[in-house]
T-cell receptor, first 111, second 112 residues
Framework: EDQVTQSPEALRLQEGESSSLNCSYT??????LFWYRQDPGKGPEFLFT???AGEEKEKERLKATLTKKESFLHITAPKPEDSATYLC????????????FGAGTTVTVRA | NAGVTQTPKFQVLKTGQSMTLQCAQD?????MYWYRQDPGMGLRLIYY???????DKGEVPNGYNVSRLNKREFSLRLESAAPSQTSVYFC???????????FGPGTRLTVT
């Protein structure tokens, strides 16, 4: 069964203090790994898709990287508006329509 | 473009009552999904519809039914609500497979 584990559960940062979130996965034949951002009381918002080890994607202060067993979401010089829960998901190898989500990392950035 | 809309936003049911959660998307997407989100757990797929006219079970389908009414609309029905179905329900849609999914704002359901 596909498993996705995110760590830490919560992360408190000072504005400007860079850090990384981890997403470990066990899936046979990764077809896609996804990062989403979720603000309180709202639905998740798509950020990135990574398909193969070594791939990197960037968006503003966020950079996602992928290895054969885990993905990292690096937040560089975060601002309070980066506060959110970040979700990681992997696509099932035998079904185009199923994603397995991790429980998320809640990031709080203090001014 | 409204994206993905869901109604209602909040609902309180008594055990045994039934209700239907409505979802609509205006992005001309082929695929639609229903998830539930519980504290400390990831989003879990209840049902999905790969394309108009098809529906399939996800990870946690028991106690739910779905209808893909047309390409835009996908509804989720609880026939006899149970306290274990207290959760936040999200509808999502995507153009091709499960890849970039667009989520609605959610329905917060409490079953007493």
């Amino acid at each position: 069964e596909d498993q996705v584990t995110q760590s830490p559960e919560a992360l408190r940062l000072q504005e400007g203090e860079s850090s990384s979130l981890n997403c470990s996965y066990t899936v046979s034949g990764l077809r896609g790994l996804f990062w989403y951002r979720q603000d309180p009381g709202k639905g998740p918002e798509f950020l990135f898709t990574l398909y193969s080890a070594g791939e990197e994607k960037e968006k503003e202060r966020l950079k996602a990287t992928l290895t054969k067993k885990e993905s990292f979401l690096h937040i560089t010089a975060p601002k309070p508006e980066d506060s959110a829960t970040y979700l990681c998901a992997v696509q099932a190898p035998r079904n185009d329509y199923k994603l397995s989500f991790g429980a998320g990392t809640t990031v709080t950035v203090r001014a | 473009n409204a994206g993905v809309t869901q109604t209602p936003k909040f609902q309180v049911l008594k055990t045994g009552q039934s209700m239907t959660l409505q979802c609509a998307q205006d992005m001309n997407h082929n695929s639609m999904y229903w998830y539930r989100q519980d504290p400390g757990m990831g989003l879990r797929l209840i049902y999905y519809s790969a394309s108009e006219g098809t529906t399939d079970k996800g990870e946690v389908p028991n106690g739910y039914n779905v209808s893909r009414l047309n390409k835009r609309e996908f509804s989720l029905r609880l026939e006899s609500a149970a306290p274990s179905q207290t959760s936040v329900y999200f509808c999502a849609s995507s153009g091709q497979g499960a890849r970039e999914q667009y989520f609605g704002p959610g329905t917060r359901l409490t079953v007493t």
